[in-house]
């Protein structure tokens, strides 16, 4: 299988807020809670309990292993159904600042010593 990711992987033991964007600009206030599965500099993989639409933008709120918070706005690329009632998700970052993509090289560094 042809590797497609641009940015080494990494499993990580985060938590992540998410926020609806709408296309007028509006926020939906409907947070959702995930669990993390892994995160790279480009994206990050994660499961939920309720169902999210493809193509659709998040801003998130992502508390990281320095208990800092990244603010960084995604868009839902993948996802696949599970019989458990689970989601799993595939998002890239669409928002984020060059500080904060900064912090998930530097713990990647750190994890591949």
Not at 15 to 24: I, K, N
Request: net charge negative.
């Amino acid at each position: 299988m042809e590797e497609k990711r641009r940015h080494k992987r990494l499993d990580i033991d985060v938590s992540v807020q998410l926020e609806r964007l709408d296309e007028d600009g509006v926020t939906t206030l409907k947070y959702c809670h995930v669990d993390v599965t892994d995160i790279s500099r480009s994206g990050i993989g994660f499961n939920a309990k309720v169902p999210l639409d493809i193509h659709t933008y998040y801003d998130t709120k992502i508390q990281i292993w320095t208990k800092e918070v990244v603010d960084a706005v995604v868009e839902i690329v993948r996802r696949t159904d599970s019989e458990e009632g689970v989601y799993h998700y595939g998002a890239v970052f669409i928002g984020m600042t060059d500080t904060d993509a900064l912090k998930i090289d530097i713990y990647q560094i750190f994890n591949d010593l």
